[in-house]
């Protein structure tokens, strides 16, 4: 019966919903952005080529491979983030958005790839993380300690008290990798702070107009030194 019902519905659906409607709505003058019609090639940098042999792939390593990579046909390589951080999440912690992390080699090293894939007519797109920072960024350091205009640039939330005395979190919310809470206790500043996946990646605070601005010149700084970026999709901010 039940796959009686299923050929019914694939024929109704294809009577009502054909091809050539949903072709007919479409604008002929539509053009699609370079992005939206070419092949981008993702390279996960500190396993793809190691220049140095000290068993971490780096910037120089996926250089060498700039005629290989032009041979696939891609119009673009997207590189994992490459920023200063201390590597709790390969990466996706940053300590610093306007330094390379030393692992990775230098800037210097990154503008010779950069210009080397420019010339062969690839173009070359970064991981930028705008949800959070690596708690050892200097940012999150100034906001302990309440230091303006750093002191609400993180989600900062006081404990709820139980009826015993003790603190708890704010809320029941659960971190992204099935960590336990998504609240981390900050002793010395008395409150609970937000990270949305690793306790070491506190979540910034979107609200703060000094956060976004403060962003904005981030991703202008990189900008100059780097020929486009694209948003890691950690960008999620619950209601609070």
């Known amino acids: 019966m039940f796959k009686i019902i299923a050929v019914l519905w694939l024929f109704v659906s294809n009577s009502l919903v054909s091809s050539e409607f949903i072709r007919g709505s479409l604008s002929n003058s539509f053009e699609p952005n370079w992005w ?8 996960y940098v500190r396993s793809f080529k190691d220049s140095d ?31 200063l951080s201390p590597q709790n999440d390969f990466g996706y912690d940053i300590s610093d958005y306007e330094e390379i992390d030393p692992m990775v080699f230098t800037m210097e090293d990154f503008e010779r790839l950069r ?65 336990g809470s998504a609240w981390k ?3 010395q500043r008395r409150q609970y702070y937000l990270h949305q996946f690793q306790e070491k990646q506190p979540d910034l605070n979107y609200r703060n107009p000094s956060v976004r601005e403060a962003m904005k010149v981030v991703s202008s700084l990189i900008d100059k030194k780097i020929y486009i970026i694209t948003l890691t999709s950690q960008l999620i901010k619950p209601f609070i």
């Open 185 to 187: 206790w900050n002793e």
């Open 53 to 83: 042999g000290d068993g971490i792939g780096d910037l120089n390593g996926i250089t060498e491979k700039v005629s290989y990579i032009k041979s696939l046909d891609v119009s673009a390589i997207w590189l994992s983030p490459i920023f």
């Open 36 to 43: 939206q019609a070419n092949t981008f090639y993702q390279i």
């Open 115 to 179: 210009n080397k894939f420019h010339k062969n007519g690839i173009k070359v797109l970064l991981d930028f993380v705008p949800n959070h920072t690596s708690d050892e960024h200097e940012w999150l350091q100034k906001s302990i300690m309440r230091i303006e205009p750093f002191t609400n640039y993180y989600v900062w939330k006081d404990p709820i008290i139980d009826k015993n005395g003790n603190k708890t979190p704010p809320s029941n919310w659960l971190s992204a990798f099935n960590s």
